[in-house]
Each structure stands twice: as C-alpha cells, then as structure tokens.
C-alpha cells in the first residue's frame, strides 16, 4: 500500500479546485457533502459546480492562486498544466491530489459511504476504482436492505 487511510478535519481548511470540466465537477461534488469550504478555479466552470455553494473564479491559473491553499485538486484534463501545478504545490508543502495520476499524488478519494456520523471509506491504493465503487455499494445496499443504523 502507498496509500495511508485517513480522515483530514477540512473545517478550517482552504481547499482548491483547480479546474471546471467533467473530473473537477465530480470531485466538488463529493466535496459538497463536507464544506461549502471550496474554491473552484477554471478559464470555465461547468454548470453543475455553478450550482454548489462555492466560491467560483473564472480564471487561468497563476501560480499566485495557491496562496494560502491547505487541500489542492488539480483536475485540469492537461496533463502538462497538471504536473506544472503539482510541482509548484509540492514546493509550498501543499497537500495535493492530481486528479488521474495517482503516482503525482499526496492523497487520493476513496469511494464513500455516510450513515449519520458514521463515514465508511473504500480504497484500492488508485488501482482499481472501480472495485472500490462496487464494494461501497455493496456496503450501502447491506445497510439499506438490512434497514440496519450504523451506531
């Protein structure tokens, strides 16, 4: 495993999105369900992520914009763009997820699963996403059906 599983208090944290399309959209969405804490920063920012309570900025990236930054996601779809953020956040001791590239990765998303307080997480090491998914599922279908509260 290269991978520790662990949970960040995000209450305080200034967390960065930087990126509109389809992947940041995804990854604001999973955020939404723990902070309206965000700031999502894109050239255009989809429709779905101008709905969430976000701070939006509809910008290029400058190096400037990592400025007081704790939790960084770079999911920009250019590969160039993204390993050039990473390189600048690693230099500021940013922790930093790039979005499809696990190996520049300080963290990575697990497949989440929330009854109350109770947060289940699944995680493969960024190997097999998709087995993550089905086995959280599999989680939420056993509690659901079971019509079991996770106490």
Do not use: W
Not at 38 to 59: C, G, M, N, Q
Not at 60 to 89: A, K, P
């Amino acid at each position: 495993m290269e991978f520790l599983p662990i949970n960040i208090r995000i209450s305080d944290a200034k967390i960065l999105i930087v990126g509109g399309g389809n992947v940041a959209t995804h990854k604001a969405q999973i955020l939404s369900r723990f902070t309206n804490n965000v700031t999502v920063l894109a050239p255009s920012i989809s429709d779905e992520i101008k709905r969430l309570p976000f701070r939006k900025i509809e910008k290029e990236f400058s190096e400037t914009d990592l400025d007081g930054v704790n939790i960084l996601y770079v999911c920009t779809g250019n590969h160039i763009l993204n390993r050039r953020i990473r390189q600048m956040s690693k230099s500021r001791n940013i922790l930093t997820s790039v979005c499809d590239a696990p190996m520049l990765c300080d963290f990575t998303s697990p497949a989440i699963y929330i009854d109350g307080n109770v947060t289940i997480s699944v995680a493969s090491d960024a190997k097999d996403v998709k087995r993550s998914i089905r086995i959280r599922n599999n989680i939420r279908k056993a509690v659901t059906d079971n019509n079991l509260r996770i106490q």
